[in-house]
């Protein structure tokens, strides 16, 4: 049975790979349907307003995964059953950005932008892992890896009062 209906955002992976930006993209579109309580602790939602929740939580699932939760019809039940199942990307994700972290280079880069990019991404992963990277880490983090030819720029940058990283 093929999906029809256009989705607001990617459907939860079976993997569970996107479960991080999917839980915030649920997030926020239940609260813009005025249907976040309906995912919450001792909730009153009324029976209408879980179905609602119900239904456009499973739209939002990977065909493979709908039919493991397909008896639930308790949206807080549900989002704590993926929760459970889907929940372990932090356990994850933090090695694997702390290893990108230490691997960033800016000489391995042929445009500015493609490093800032790495940069944010990578800080990115970390901010949510819980790791705290300033901007200080992340311009120190740009000078120490200019290439040896350009070692006067770096000195010229690292003396300098840039404030953001933002190049």
Same mark, same amino acid.
């Given at each position: 049975m093929a999906n029809i209906e256009k989705l607001q955002f990617p459907a939860l992976d079976i993997t569970g790979a996107n479960y991080i930006s999917w839980t915030t993209n649920v997030e926020l579109h239940l609260e813009s349907l005025a249907l976040s309580e309906t995912i919450k602790e001792n909730n009153? $939602?009324? &029976?209408?307003? @879980? &179905?609602? $929740?119900? /239904?456009? *939580? !499973?739209?939002? *699932? +990977?065909?493979? /995964? /709908?039919? +493991?939760?397909?008896?639930? !019809? +308790?949206? @807080?039940? *549900?989002?704590? $059953?993926?929760? %459970?199942?889907? %929940?372990?990307?932090k356990d994850i994700t933090l090695p694997l950005a702390r290893d990108e972290w230490q691997s960033l280079r800016f000489q391995d880069f042929d445009k500015v932008i493609n490093y800032n990019s790495a940069v944010l991404g990578t800080v990115a992963k970390l901010r949510y892992c819980g790791e705290t990277i300033t901007e200080a880490q992340m311009l120190e983090k740009t000078y120490t890896t200019f290439h040896k030819d350009h070692i006067t720029l770096q000195q010229q940058y690292s003396c300098g009062d840039t404030p953001n990283f933002l190049i």
């Open positions: 009153k $939602s009324t &029976a209408q307003e @879980k &179905a609602k $929740s119900v /239904i456009f *939580l !499973r739209r939002h *699932l +990977d065909e493979s /995964i /709908i039919y +493991d939760y397909a008896h639930m !019809r +308790d949206p @807080k039940e *549900l989002w704590k $059953s993926l929760k %459970d199942r889907f %929940d372990h990307q």
